[in-house]
């Protein structure tokens, strides 16, 4: 496989990551008394705040390593061919 193979497969790849909520969020939304966080109500729910930061920390993990991976391509000159043009769609 070349690399404009590769990068085409890359960036179908990425347009069909589906949306991500993450709990931390709706945590942090729930937990909200007054415009603070309710910290007492926090701690009664300690083993889905555990949950929430894990996921957001293996979230974030795989984030950075797709964004080395996408830093580590080169860029397509603008004269590669017609094929260039459906990866920028």
Known sequence: MNETEYIERVVCSLKRVP??????????NNFTKDGQL???????????VNMAVAEAKTYGSHTLMAVDSLKRLEAIPADVGPGYASLSE
């Open 38 to 48: 309710d910290y007492e109500a926090l701690a009664e729910a300690q083993p889905e």
């Open 19 to 28: 949306s991500k909520s993450l709990l931390i969020i709706e945590l942090a």
